[in-house]
């Protein structure tokens, strides 16, 4: 995956979307980077907001415009994303 990420990351935007909470950005940038991870933007779950994280990405996608591609494990995301027509690929199983 992280090689994957790196060669779409030199033609494409990637944004990590993550329902970590907000709290959690500079450990989160810290593994991103320590595990050579590229990205233009990481959005991360606001303070205080406790939507299932399903309801909170598909808010994202109405407010900042549909992704182009995901990659996702959470089988509620994948199913979520599918709906709205988005390429989503599941890269590990997950119904947790």
């Known amino acids: ?47 205080n907001d406790k939507a299932d994280d399903h309801e909170m990405k598909r808010g994202w996608c109405e407010r900042y415009g549909m992704p182009d591609l995901v990659f996702e494990d959470r089988q509620r995301l994948v199913d979520m994303y599918r709906s709205l027509g988005v390429t989503c690929c599941q890269v590990a199983p997950g119904d947790f």
Do not use: C
């Open 1 to 47: 995956m992280v090689e994957l990420i790196s060669r779409l990351h030199a033609t494409h935007h990637v944004e990590i979307w993550t329902g970590r909470p907000i709290k959690y950005r500079e450990d989160t940038i810290a593994w991103l980077h320590a595990s050579n991870i590229p990205y233009y933007k990481l959005r991360m779950r606001p303070a």
